[in-house]
C-alpha cells in the first residue's frame, strides 16, 4: 500500500483543517487507518484510527471532541477533521495503515506509511 497525505498548512489557533491520506497498491477497505503527528523534538504519537468498516474509531485523549477521522473506502481515502485547533496541536502528521484492529495506539504495529503533510497552528 501507497499512502499520499496531503491538507496540511498553516491556520490560527480555534481554525479547522481537513487532512486527507489516499492509498493505492492494495484494496484499502481490508485496512486499518491511522493517523500519527509529531511535533519538533518530541517523539511520534498516536492520534486517531478507524477500522475497515468504519464503525469503530479510536482517539487520543488530546483531541477527542475536536478532531474527527473517516474514510471512503471507494476513493480508498481517509480523512482527518481537526478543529478548535490548537498550538500544541502543530506537528507533522502522518497517515498509516496495518491490517489487524490491535495495539492500534503503537506505530510499530503499522506496516505502511505516508510521507507526513506539516500542519502549524499560531496562538
Known amino acids: 500500500v501507497q499512502l499520499q497525505a496531503s491538507g496540511g498548512g498553516s491556520v490560527q489557533a480555534g481554525g479547522s483543517l481537513t487532512l486527507s491520506c489516499v492509498a493505492s497498491?492494495?484494496?484499502?477497505?481490508?485496512?486499518?487507518g491511522g493517523w500519527f503527528r509529531q511535533a519538533p523534538g518530541k517523539e511520534r504519537e498516536f492520534v486517531a484510527a478507524?477500522?475497515?468498516?468504519?464503525?469503530?474509531?479510536y482517539y487520543a485523549d488530546s483531541v477527542k471532541g475536536r478532531f474527527t477521522m473517516s474514510r471512503d473506502n471507494v476513493k480508498s481515502t481517509v480523512y482527518l477533521q481537526m478543529n478548535s485547533l490548537k498550538p500544541e496541536d502543530t506537528a507533522v502528521y502522518y497517515c498509516?495503515?496495518?491490517?489487524?484492529?490491535?495495539?492500534?495506539?503503537?506505530?510499530?504495529?503499522?506496516?505502511?506509511w505516508g510521507q507526513g503533510t506539516q500542519v502549524t497552528v499560531s496562538s
Open positions: 497498491g492494495r484494496t484499502f477497505s481490508n485496512y486499518v
Open positions: 498509516a495503515a496495518k491490517l489487524t484492529w490491535s495495539a492500534i495506539i503503537d506505530g510499530k504495529n503499522y506496516e505502511y
Open positions: 478507524i477500522n475497515w468498516s468504519r464503525d469503530s474509531t
